[in-house]
């Protein structure tokens, strides 16, 4: 079984190297056969170079350049056309996911337990509440289950990741879409480390934006909302027009007062 890493990378070229070597180390604790591969989401800063730098230095590493900055959904689903392995591990690459967790990530999926693995850790109160009420939307919307409070940060088997090839719209989010497809899921809780990281980027606007194209095209709630609304608007202009004719047929009186209101 060959193992690939996919990190996504924009304008990371303090931690390009750091990050592949520790994900190397880590990988290398349970088998020989692995790649780590690098997307370059059309970085401006030197990424790229030290991409092409470390793929000399380490065989398991290789990089893929798109030719502008796509966002990191779309550039995940791009390194999902190009991986190799028939177990995948997703992560970012400036470390905020941390590689020395991949052993335990991939372990129920070796075992044959699962055929996902997300993680979850401790968050800042208001990331936690724009997460919880972002997946509690997409559950709602499409009745499929979704862990809350989970990252990028996931481990999948090749089952899954044919799956996920099917889907080419590229503006599809990664994380509800990977749950939303089904397979056996269980969730790894990863403890605090101490380590300061940067803030969030996706807060529940953004995450809202990013996800109105999955809403509205995939998701049957907005659809059972029309509809609904649709039929309330039917009812409404039927019941004022029976008021209208009722009026003018018993009252002789005049029904325009009532159905310009329409």
């Not at 924009?10 to 750091?18: A, C, D, V």
């Not at 502008?68 to 190009?82: S, T």
């Amino acid at each position: 079984m060959k193992i690939s890493i996919l990190a996504t990378c924009f304008n990371n070229q303090s931690h390009i190297r750091e990050f592949s070597l520790r994900a190397v180390a880590a990988v290398s604790e349970i088998t020989t056969n692995f790649e780590v591969l690098i997307v370059d989401d059309g970085s401006i800063d030197d990424s790229w170079k030290l991409i092409n730098q470390l793929s000399m230095e380490l065989p398991e590493v290789r990089g893929i350049r798109l030719s502008r900055n796509f966002g990191q959904h779309p550039a995940i689903l791009a390194g999902l056309d190009e991986v190799q392995g028939d177990l995948i591990v997703l992560m970012d690459s400036d470390l905020d996911d941390d590689p020395q967790f991949i052993p335990r990530l991939v372990q129920p999926i070796v075992d044959g337990n699962a055929e996902i693995v997300l993680t979850s850790r401790n968050t800042i109160p208001k990331q936690r509440l724009t997460s919880w009420l972002f997946h509690s939307l997409i559950q709602r919307s499409t009745s499929s289950p979704q862990f809350r409070g989970v990252g990028t940060y996931r481990a999948f088997n090749g089952t899954v990741l044919t799956a996920l090839r099917q889907y080419r719209d590229h503006s599809t989010i990664f994380g509800p879409l990977s749950t939303q497809i089904g397979f056996t899921t269980t969730c790894l809780n990863i403890p605090p480390d101490g380590r300061m990281r940067n803030p969030s980027s996706y807060n529940f606007r953004k995450r809202l934006n990013l996800s109105m194209p999955m809403l509205i095209n995939e998701a049957g709630l907005p659809l059972k909302l029309i509809v609904a609304f649709t039929a309330f608007m039917c009812v409404l202009v039927f019941g004022l027009g029976s008021i209208a004719a009722t009026r003018f047929l018993t009252d002789g009186g005049d029904p325009l007062s009532t159905t310009s209101l329409v």
